[in-house]
Every structure is written in structure tokens, then in C-alpha cells.
């Protein structure tokens, strides 16, 4: 969703009125207008359905907030044949009689047939009802998809408790290859309860949140609140509705990784490219911002393994896949490696290339007993190493030493940092 939708479609002659996710729930589904011309402007559903072209998606960037790149895109549905009204109203108004399953299954499928052109290294991330997410209708496209690539927004109006074996239901997406994300934190009170039970990958921080950020201790203070919950949980944060420059630069001196908005880029049928201004612009607040080194400089290469999950999914040629996984343990990404120290950590992955594990060499006390360890903490390259240390170390005590992997926007390993390199770089950056 972006604000400021209704200006835009009021300069902008011949195009959509609203520039809308596809959203519902909440006040959205629920509010019902006290006027007596309700009934006489509700959408045509009828019409809607029997149009196959209906809805239509853009695309808005959702934009790296370190180094200025596009890292994703948001698929927004459109309906032509209703160009007065917006989506979310037209799904309130499909929920209610029992016909927004058809329309999700139609968003997903056209959304899915898309990410097959995605530039590459990018994501593409579709709003889904969550109570949807198991009808008939939606579960026929997702259940023997490929679903890499795929971030399924839910809104955090909905009430989650409501929605029937949805924590099953993600486990199948994530088995699939979806990531899922929690849409609107911190637009109500239950959002940190729904992000633990969800355990998101991405966290999208609501507007009003964003609006004004600059200018506001509270929005600060929650911003990071919302930030540190989503590292704990290795989910990235998304500030969605970033309309100005003053709230960008912000956003970049908090860490926050993700942004979209009008500032970065409008929906556009297209892939669009990052203005180059804008680009720039970023780059040089992040680089400000950042005076500690990055954690990629501290980062080692590592062997990956596919562990006990078997053969690996994804194809040896994937673009998008910094390394070739191994075929089993004690074979690094490039072959067989058995001039490596002894001490060399495997990355143990799943099938469909997320760390799951690592095998350490020795324990902490010392000892030549090689142990396996769950991962607890993830990094993306860029990340400064204070901010590393300072998550590293608000893990439980008996991981609290465990090394650090640094993996891809799409989750996959690039290496790992040990946390004795990462105190030493400490040390040296306080003399």
C-alpha cells in the first residue's frame, strides 16, 4: 500500500484511482459507510469475475536502503473495469459474499507467472489473505508451485488466531521455497504477538510509523523496537509509504534495510529501474551512517552441505544462488576441498538452500569432536559489525558464541564470521 494514492490518481489523467495493494481485513473489510448511496456504489463482482484480464498487477521497487539497489518488487492489483474504486474495497466487498478466494487465486497465479521474468537477485512479494490462504480456490495454485522468489505479505489486521492451522500452512509455503512477511506492524496493538507467532522472514513497518519518522522520538523508538524484534526473529525489515527525503535519510541512520514508496518509485506495469538520483543519494547516507566497517570484511568462505535433506532442488546454473551446494558432507561448493584447515565450518542447508545447521570442527572449550550446532543468527554482508555484535550477543547464553552466517537477501549462505574475529574488530575500532 502506498499514501498519498488519491493524489496521485487525481494528476494523473486516464489512470487507476488508487494505488493499492491487494489488502483486506481490518477496518478495511469491517467499516461499513452510513451513507444511504452504500448499496448503489458497490462494485460489480459479477462483472469483475467474468473478465479474466481482471485485476491487473503493477509493480513498485522495494529498494535496498544500504546500496541503493532494487531488491524486490511489490505486485498491486488494479481493476480497470472499476477505476473509482479501490482494491481493497473491491476485495471487503468479494470477502464478504464469499467470492475473494477466487480473486487471491488470480492475484497469486498472475504474481507467480511474473516472478518467472524477475530481474535477477530480486523478490517479488504478493499480499494474501491469511484465512484465505487454505481454501480451495488459492490452495490449487500454491500447493505444487515453485514458490522461490515469492514473499506472501499477510496483513496484520487480520486476527490471526482465527485462522485455522496457519502455522502448518507456513511451514508448507516455506517447504514450497516462500518466504512470508507481516504486513502493517505496528498499526494496532497485536502486531509483536502475531509477528512471534508467525516468525516472519520479512516485517513491513506501517506508514504511519514511517510518516514524519524524522521528526518524531516515539516513531524513532519504535522503529527500532520494531527492528530489533524482526533481527531477533532473522527477518528484514520493510518501511513502507517513504514519501520524503528527510524521512530516507532516517531511515538509512537507523539501519533499516528495506524501503518503498512514492520517493523510490511509483507502481508501474514494467520492471522498473531505481533512479539513479535517488540511488546515489542512498549510498551516500548509508555511507555516512556507517562508520563502523561492514561484517562482510570479517566474513569467510565455508563448505555447504545439503546434510540429511538429499539432493539439492535448485538448479547448478541458479543466477540467483551465490554458491553450488554440495552433494554431501566434506564437499565444499567447489568440489572436493581437502587442502582446507581442519577447523573449516560447513554450512548444513535445506533442500531448498536456507542454513538450517553448523558443523563446527571443535567445541568451545577445545577438542577435535566435531559438534553440530542449529543456526541462530543471520547477517546480510553489509550489515555493520556493531550492530552484528550487539544481536550476536542478546542470544541465549549457550549460542551466544556460535558463529554468524551471512547469507543473500533470499536467505541463501555467502560465508560465515566467527565472534572471536568479530570482538577482535571491536576492540580495534574502540582504540
Known amino acids: 500500500m502506498e499514501r498519498a494514492a488519491g ?38 463482482l459479477d462483472r469483475i469475475l467474468a473478465d479474466p484480464a481482471e485485476p491487473a498487477l503493477y509493480f513498485q521497487p522495494i529498494v535496498d536502503l544500504q546500496r541503493g539497489v532494487i531488491a524486490g518488487y511489490e505486485a498491486l492489483a488494479r481493476f480497470h473495469t472499476h477505476p473509482t474504486h479501490s482494491p481493497d474495497r473491491i476485495f471487503a466487498a468479494a470477502d464478504r459474499r464469499g467470492l475473494a478466494s477466487e480473486l487471491e487465486a488470480r492475484v497469486l497465479t498472475a504474481a507467480l507467472a511474473a516472478r518467472d521474468h524477475l530481474p535477477d537477485r530480486c523478490f517479488l512479494a504478493v499480499n494474501v489473505l491469511p484465512h484465505l490462504l487454505d481454501s480451495a480456490a488459492v490452495t490449487a495454485v500454491w500447493r505444487d508451485a515453485d514458490l522461490r522468489q515469492v514473499v506472501l505479505e ?21 517447504n514450497r521455497g516462500a518466504f512470508l512477511a507481516m504486513d502493517d506492524v505496528g498499526s494496532g496493538y497485536a502486531g509483536l504477538r502475531q509477528l512471534a507467532r508467525v516468525r516472519p522472514d520479512f516485517v513491513k513497518l506501517d506508514r504511519s510509523l514511517v510518516e514524519n519518522v524524522d521528526d518524531d522520538q516515539v516513531k524513532i523508538a519504535l522503529t527500532e523496537l520494531v ?23 532516517m531511515l538509512v541512520g537507523l539501519g533499516v534495510p528495506l524501503g518503498q514508496g ?14 539513479p538520483g535517488v540511488a546515489r543519494r542512498i549510498r551516500a547516507l ?31 546454473d541458479c543466477p540467483s544462488c551465490p554458491m553450488r551446494p554440495a552433494a554431501a558432507h ?17 554450512i548444513i542447508v535445506s533442500n531448498r538452500c536456507r542454513p538450517v545447521a553448523l558443523h563446527l570442527a571443535a567445541g568451545p572449550g577445545g577438542g577435535t569432536d566435531p559438534r553440530r550446532v542449529p543456526t541462530t543468527l543471520f547477517a546480510r554482508p553489509e550489515e555493520s559489525v556493531t550492530e552484528v555484535a550487539r544481536r550476536a550477543m542478546t542470544r541465549a547464553r549457550a549460542s ?32
Open 7 to 44: 493524489r496521485e490518481a487525481t494528476a494523473t489523467a486516464g489512470a487507476p484511482a488508487i494505488d493499492h495493494a491487494v489488502t483486506v481485513g481490518g477496518s478495511a473489510a469491517n467499516v461499513v459507510p452510513a451513507d444511504r448511496g452504500y448499496e448503489a456504489d458497490l462494485p460489480d
Open 154 to 174: 499477510l496483513n496484520e489486521a487480520v486476527d490471526l488466531d482465527n485462522t485455522v492451522g496457519l502455522t502448518a500452512i507456513a511451514s508448507e509455503l516455506r
Open 227 to 249: 527492528g530489533n524484534f524482526a533481527s531477533r526473529l532473522n527477518g528484514w525489515v520493510i518501511a513502507e509509504g517513504v514519501e520524503r527525503v528527510d524521512e530516507l535519510a
Open 262 to 275: 512514492f520517493l523510490l518509485g511509483r507502481p508501474a506495469r514494467s520492471w522498473q529501474q531505481l533512479d
Open 286 to 316: 548509508s555511507e555516512r551512517s556507517n562508520r563502523a566497517a561492514s561484517v562482510e570484511s570479517l566474513m569467510e568462505r565455508v563448505q555447504v552441505s545439503v546434510g540429511d535433506s538429499g539432493r539439492c532442488a535448485m538448479s547448478a
Open 330 to 346: 566434506g564437499e565444499s561448493a567447489d568440489g572436493p576441498d581437502d587442502d582446507q584447515p581442519a577447523d573449516r565450518a560447513t
Open 400 to 431: 551466544r558464541f556460535d558463529p554468524v552466517i551471512i547469507v543473500t537477501e533470499m536467505g541463501r549462505p555467502l560465508g560465515l564470521v566467527r565472534m572471536e574475529r568479530l570482538m577482535l574488530r571491536l576492540a580495534e575500532m574502540s582504540t
